[in-house]
């Protein structure tokens, strides 16, 4: 069984300041681990994603997240934060051509 | 290159109706899901078709219908809507065999009244 937990349903950073958005994962076997964006009224829309490739995956928009075996973590990571990142953050996982598993979400403020 | 693209984007209907939701894939890729994502909460697996057929299924009833035509593109059909069914329904395509990246649409916001 797969499945991920988003912890912090609601985090809110000033403008400027780290933003870190908390993933954890179960998986049976090795995961894909995904992060994605989604504005209001919109679609997700691709951050990252880790693929069993390098450990630190670099994504759009100046995010990073790191895959921890040890932890089963894929946290989300952006050194400073911008109002334009304001929305909701879901991290989700999945074996290869199976159904993605997606969090409940984690809805970002950045405040001015 | 075109992206996922969903119709209609927003909808109405009545309990008891049916509804039928379409959805094209980015080009290239030959593999359609479909998520339902109520308000506040995640996107939950439908189902997934693949060369016509549904490949997988989540715990939806079987007034979750869906098709694939040869040219990947798919429909959503809900039957008997009831008011629970209201959401954002999201298609996303994909690449088979490994499908490792999913592509998403816009979504289509069903309101059931």
């Known amino acids: 069984a797969q499945s991920v937990t988003q912890l912090g349903s609601h985090v809110s950073v000033s403008e400027g300041a780290l933003v870190l958005l908390r993933c954890n994962y179960s998986s049976s076997v090795p995961p894909y681990l995904f992060w994605y964006v989604q504005y209001p009224n919109q679609g997700l829309q691709l951050l990252l994603k880790y693929t069993s490739a390098a450990t630190l995956v670099k994504g759009i928009n100046g995010f990073e997240a790191e895959f921890k075996k040890s932890e089963t973590s894929f946290h989300l990571t952006k050194p400073s934060a911008h109002m334009s990142d304001a929305a909701e953050y879901f991290c989700?996982?999945?074996?290869?051509?199976?159904?993605?598993?997606f969090g409940t979400g984690t809805s970002l403020t950045v405040i001015p | 290159d075109a992206g996922v693209t969903q119709s209609p984007t927003h909808l109405i209907k009545t309990r008891g109706q049916q509804v039928t939701l379409r959805c094209s894939p980015k080009?290239?890729?030959?593999?359609v899901s479909w998520y339902q994502q109520a308000l506040g909460q995640g996107p939950q697996f439908i189902f997934q078709y693949y060369e016509e057929e549904e490949r997988q299924r989540g715990n939806f009833p079987d007034r979750f219908s869906g098709h694939q035509f040869p040219n990947y593109s798919s429909e959503l059909n809900v039957n008997a809507l009831l008011l629970g069914d209201s959401a954002l329904y999201l298609c996303?395509?994909?690449?088979?065999?490994?499908?490792?990246?999913?592509?998403f649409g816009q979504g289509t916001r069903l309101t059931v009244v």
């Open positions: 989700a996982v999945t074996r290869a051509g199976n159904q993605f598993y």
């Open positions: 996303a395509s994909s690449l088979a065999p490994r499908n490792t990246e999913a592509f």
């Open positions: 080009s290239g890729h030959d593999t």
